[in-house]
């Protein structure tokens, strides 16, 4: 197997000098779901803020509790750092109560320099729903004309549109085609996360270029799900595969979860709407957990994943309270897991390494 | 009788008739009725007009602990995988439901179940997991956060869309058709009660405060799992009675009433009586607080001649589906009317849409109103969360401050 990623990966900020010397703009876009399509028609690329790690939390711990995420401290950070400044807005989707908090924060007392614009997903992806979402877009627009003076049309909307699931077909063949990418995973989660910063067209490239390397599959590598929010330290990734591990199937909410489907309506809205809300099963567009469990299983039974780990972000409440269902559920399909908790400052514990390497042993 | 605290409100008992009499009758409701489990904050109108009998599991963890029963039951959620950090009152209430464990007896099991996500998030995750446990249907009213200023158009639309869809899956469950009188009439309840509580709070911007904020917090329990009930009308009338009697006997919740205080967030159920009596011995009244206040704010917004929009208004706008400035300028407009010389802010470990943003509205209190603002971490229900001396430590700190500060207001005369 090649240590070496397949295609050569520009950095983000790179990337963001580059797309604004081009006239564009950026906006810095907190977890989880968003209409990418709708930023890039005003010329606006989207850069995710998922924490970021390593970054130091003074500014965020002067705002929020201990027993808030590191997610959410961390972007409170990030977002006042100078780092942040290339972003000329910040977009904040609402997921939880700790990033609705973050949303708040930013509007009523840390005030940055750029606009913040929050946006509100529906928990429900039946009808009102999508109407629901599709009118929060279309607001969402109205902004961003204030902002840019630009008016897209329709027409554009749906260019922007196809563009984006082109990019998430791909995205989702990666996955699929996991075993058989010649890549390790530290690599192919650096791969698949540059999703989270480039343009959909610079994606699509680096995605076929990877696809065009494909090799023979690692049969004798552990095929694990990982599931949880974000894989950090990316370091742990290496760790699974000195374990003898890979990880085939994918339930983490910055990749798995944002595996949306190609939309159905012309409206371009409407299509947007269809397209976060029919996405897989996700606790943050409330959807069951059974509707989790059966997703969960089926994901499983078709990577021949040999267990679970649960990758849990410490103090991150709607991931711990589906956890004794999903565990309880998977055991009885005779699907061992185990959990890790994490928080995004701090290296991986010897003892959670440990740990790590018994689970591969006994699944082995 | 306590030595700092004036008489205790002599409604009490009828209060406790009252709450102990619905706990009573939930041990075997589910033999003559459909039973509703409910969120704090959801448009239970609909199911009361459909002869549900209801179940707040909020109120349940809130007496599991004030009876400090909360450590002993949500360790068995615990046991069973649920963490620690996640709210103890789902932690409480999961725990009973996995081992029947319970200060009330028995909790019959639902045939439905209504979350509102007007309070938090949590209540949905809490709520998938009994959909998860008991199969039944779970009806979520998805209320959007509104982050500054007034909920949009498409979100009020969405709530109503939202709530009209309920009504023919809780028909459906309760066997029966909803009937448009029942509803309106259960609406004008609901607004009275709401009404009658709210103005019993505001009976305490009177000096000396005739009722303390944790008299409050004890006599709330009928304007959140009895709204819409006569019953509970009839107790609010009552209450205001014998508030404004205290008022013109000059009698106060602080016998020597010296400073006004604001308390933010849920209570701390299971100190109640050593945090009442601490600042009563110092002096200190809690006159005012945004928890119980939320329970009364939005009887303007309830109208029972046009009873689905005016729900989708009242369920759309309490506190925390608010940001964080709104709650700032709900305290500091407290502050203002009640005549107020300090805040605790409770950090509640459990309460994250109601604790995250203390940090700045504690300082933008100091900073534009000039007054202590206490930030005191610990749990609405989970006495492990509570350090004692370190409560103790920042109390004392905070009262010296209170005390160091000049007199403003001075009690009134008996009759003023």
């Known amino acids: 197997m090649n240590d070496q990623l397949a295609v050569e990966l520009p950095r983000r900020t790179e990337v963001a000098q580059a797309f604004k010397q081009d006239g564009g703009m950026v906006a810095a876009v907190l977890p989880i779901h968003y209409p990418r399509a709708l930023l890039r028609a005003f010329g606006i690329l989207p850069m995710e803020v998922w924490g970021p790690p390593n970054v130091d939390p003074g500014v965020g711990t002067a705002h929020v509790q201990a027993y808030v995420c590191s997610v959410v401290r961390n972007a409170l950070s990030f977002l006042h750092s100078d780092t942040a400044k290339v972003a000329d807005l910040i977009l904040v989707p609402h997921a939880c109560d700790s990033l609705q908090g973050l949303g708040s924060l930013l509007l009523d007392f840390v005030q940055p320099e750029q606009p913040v614009i929050p946006l509100y997903l529906p928990r429900s992806n039946k009808a009102q729903g999508i109407q629901f979402l599709a009118k929060e877009f279309r607001s969402i627009y109205d902004r961003l004309e204030e902002i840019t003076q630009r008016s897209p049309s329709d027409s554009e909307l749906m260019t922007n549109i196809r563009r984006e699931e082109a990019a998430d077909v791909l995205l989702a063949q990666l996955h699929s085609e996991r075993r058989c990418l010649d890549i390790s995973d530290y690599d192919f989660y650096r791969m698949i996360r540059s999703r989270e910063f480039l343009p959909a067209e610079g994606f699509i490239d680096l995605a076929e270029k990877l696809r065009s390397r494909m090799g023979g599959k690692r049969e004798r590598a552990i095929g694990v799900m990982l599931s949880g929010i974000v894989p950090e330290p990316m370091e742990t990734l290496e760790s699974i595969t000195e374990f003898g591990g890979m990880v085939v199937a994918d339930d983490l909410a910055c990749t798995g979860r944002r595996l949306y489907p190609p939309g159905e309506s012309e409206d371009p809205f409407r299509r947007m709407a269809e397209r976060i809300l029919h996405g897989p099963p996700d606790w943050s567009l409330g959807r069951s957990i059974q509707s989790r469990i059966d997703h969960m299983r089926e994901k499983i039974r078709s990577t021949d994943a040999q267990g679970v780990i649960f990758y849990s972000v410490k103090f991150c409440e709607p991931e711990l309270f589906d956890l004794p269902s999903l565990r309880n559920e998977l055991d009885r399909s005779g699907i061992p897991s185990m959990t890790m908790e994490i928080d995004l400052n701090d290296p991986l514990s010897d003892q959670a390494l440990m740990r790590l390497e018994t689970f591969f042993e006994m699944i082995a | 009788m306590s030595d700092v605290l004036g008489p205790p409100l002599k409604v009490s008992h009828r209060h406790r008739e009252l709450v102990a009499g619905h706990w009573l009758k939930a041990r075997r409701a589910d033999r003559d009725h459909k ?11 609909i199911l009361k007009a459909l002869d549900f009998f209801v179940v707040y599991p909020e109120n349940h963890a809130a007496i599991c602990g004030a009876a400090r029963k909360t450590v002993e039951i949500s360790t068995e959620a615990e046991d069973a995988g649920y963490s620690q950090d996640i709210c103890s009152y789902a932690r409480t209430d999961i725990g009973t439901m996995l081992s029947g464990k319970t200060p009330v007896g028995r ?3 639902p045939d439905l179940l209504l979350a509102c996500t007007n309070i938090c998030q949590t209540v949905l995750y809490w709520y998938r997991v009994l959909a998860q446990h008991f199969d039944v249907p779970l009806i979520l009213i998805d209320t959007p956060f509104v982050y500054g ?19 023919p899956i809780a028909e459906r469950v309760a066997e029966k058709p909803l009937k448009q009188q029942k509803l309106e009439e259960v609406t004008r309840l609901g607004k009275m009660a709401t009404e009658l509580w709210l103005e019993i709070l505001k009976r305490n911007q009177h000096h000396p405060a005739p009722i303390s904020v944790m008299d409050q917090f004890i006599h709330m329990a009928p304007i959140v799992e009895m709204r819409g009930d006569p019953d509970t009308v009839d107790f609010y009338a009552a209450m205001l009675n014998e508030v404004d009697e205290r008022i013109e006997g000059g009698i106060g919740a602080v016998l020597d009433e010296r400073a ?7 209570p701390i159920w299971y100190r109640l009586r050593y945090l ?100 005191l971490e610990a749990d609405h229900s989970d006495s492990r ?9 920042r109390l004392a700190a905070f009262v010296e401050m209170l005390e ?13």
């Open chain 2, 385 to 393: 969360a509570f350090s004692e001396a370190q409560v103790a430590n």
């Open chain 2, 35 to 45: 039973i509703a489990w409910v969120t704090s904050g959801a448009p239970v109108e």
């Open chain 2, 260 to 266: 006004r205080i604001l308390w933010d967030n849920l």
């Open chain 2, 149 to 167: 200023g007034e909920a949009t158009r498409h979100a009020l639309e969405y709530t109503k869309q939202q709530m009209e869809a309920a009504i």
């Open chain 2, 404 to 416: 160091r500060l000049p007199r403003k207001h001075r009690p009134c005369p008996p009759g003023c």
């Open chain 2, 107 to 109: 909790i019959p099991p």
């Open chain 2, 276 to 375: 009442a009596e601490f600042l009563g011995s110092h002096g200190v009244a809690l006159v005012a607080s945004t928890y119980t206040n939320a329970w009364g704010e939005l009887a303007p917004y309830l109208d029972s001649e046009r009873v689905m929009d005016s729900l989708a208004l009242a369920y759309t706008y309490p506190i925390l589906n608010r940001g964080t400035g709104h709650k700032l300028n709900t305290m500091l407009h407290m502050i203002r009317d009640y005549e107020l010389d300090g805040a605790i802010l409770h950090s509640d470990r459990s309460c994250k849409p109601y604790s995250v943003g203390q940090m700045d509205q504690r300082d933008r209190i100091l900073r534009d109103k000039g007054i202590p603002a206490l930030l």
